[in-house]
T-cell receptor, first 116, second 114 residues
């Protein structure tokens, strides 16, 4: 079974509108972390936002916020006021394990296109 | 400060050849991780090095190997290339090992195997 599921292969959004990218995860660990990265066509993965499993408040970083629903095991990324430069692939990742065995597990990504 | 630098950016090889990819981490970072990215499989973890020691390893065959030098620069090598090795190989550096902190990625080395 997939540990990280991103159900939207592709999304479109109008410039200046908000968009939500879905991510669900599966883990039996109590302590884990969730990340979102952006990958533009240049290939570089750019860190956007992080949520720890014990964080009670949803993480926010500028126009990015993470809608963390622990019971539902979902960690959706919300981008407010979309910009043309937001067009890219977006990846959700989960860090699980402990000590030397922490691993990052990645979803297959969502391609976001922002229309002018 | 300078980001993660990967060389070469693009390369084409034929089956059976070998390839060496290089990664220079952000200054001060001692952890370097390597990932293989393909459209069908997404990002898959290859290995992580910290202070010249391999700390963690993914599920790849022994044809995939790596090393890290005393200046934290890392190389990965793929021997006896197969068509399925065509992928974007991403390197990430971090202050701490075992994915404890934020990973900073390079732009990748795109390998095509013919």
């Amino acid at each position: 079974a997939q540990k990280i599921t991103q159900t939207q292969p592709g999304m479109f959004v109008q410039e200046k509108e908000a968009v939500t990218l879905d991510c669900t995860y599966d883990t039996s660990d109590q302590s884990y972390g969730l990340f979102w990265y952006k990958q533009p066509s240049s290939g570089e993965m750019i860190f956007l936002i992080y949520q720890g499993s014990y964080d009670e408040q949803n993480a926010t970083e500028g126009r990015y916020s993470l809608n963390f629903q622990k019971a539902r095991k979902s960690a959706n990324l919300v981008i407010s006021a979309s910009q043309l430069g937001d067009s890219a692939m977006y990846f959700c990742a989960m860090r699980e394990g402990a000590g030397n065995n922490r691993k990052l597990i990645w979803g297959l990504g969502t391609s976001l296109a922002v229309n002018p | 400060k300078a980001g993660v630098t990967q060389t070469p950016r693009y390369l084409i090889k034929t089956r059976g050849q070998q390839v060496t990819l290089s990664c220079s981490p952000i200054s001060g970072h001692r952890s370097v991780s390597w990932y293989q990215q393909t459209p069908g499989q997404g990002l898959q973890f290859l290995f992580e090095y910290f202070s010249e020691t391999q700390r963690n390893k993914g599920n790849f065959p022994g044809r995939f190997s790596g090393r890290q030098f005393s200046n934290s620069r890392s190389e990965m090598n793929v021997s006896t290339l197969e068509l399925g090795d065509s992928a974007l190989y991403l390197c990430a550096s971090s202050l701490f090992y075992s994915n404890t902190g934020e990973l900073f990625f390079g732009e990748g080395s795109r390998l095509t195997v013919l």
